[in-house]
């Protein structure tokens, strides 16, 4: 497989994936794999659920910030967190997807080696973008 990133998994589907980028027109769409609702790209590298790492969650909530959004910039996430929460067709009320106690991750890779890793502790934590870019740095 010859792969070139940056690559962007998300969880859904790829009804989810094109309300996405009609809200983000710059984001080009061959950047994004939809892993489904069976969380295959999730679970194989290794990333957990909500609460599954005490250590890690508290570490993530200690890092969060909210976003520096204004009014409108607010009332248009909130307007698209429905309709791009990983939730798939068919959920009664009540039931909890899996989908939304799902983490993720940052991961840089070169060839077939794993230069640096990040798992996220809750939703919204993230690693410094510095940090990220730093990564390659050893290339």
């Known amino acids: 497989m010859n792969i070139a990133g940056p690559v962007f998994i998300s969880i859904g589907d790829e009804e ?10 710059k984001a080009p769409k061959d950047l994004f794999l939809v892993d ?7 679970k194989a590298a290794g990333f957990g659920k909500i609460a599954e790492n005490a250590e890690l969650s508290i570490k993530g909530t200690k890092k969060m910030k ?4 204004g009014f409108q910039k607010w009332i248009a ?6 309709s791009l929460a ?7 009320l009540g039931e909890v997807p899996e989908g939304v ?6 991961i840089t ?4 080696r794993i ?3 990040y798992e996220d502790g809750v939703p919204g934590d993230y690693p410094d973008p510095a940090e990220v870019i730093k990564s390659f740095s050893s290339l």
Do not use: C, H, Q, W
């Open 77 to 82: 996430y909130l307007k698209s967190v429905a």
């Open 101 to 106: 106690l799902r983490l993720g991750g940052t």
């Open 115 to 117: 230069i640096y890793a």
């Open 66 to 69: 909210p976003p520096k959004f």
């Open 86 to 92: 990983p939730i798939p067709k068919g959920m009664k």
């Open 16 to 25: 989810k994936l094109s309300t996405f980028l009609e809200s983000n027109p």
């Open 109 to 112: 890779i070169s060839g077939d």
């Open 36 to 42: 489904n609702y069976e969380f295959g790209a999730y």
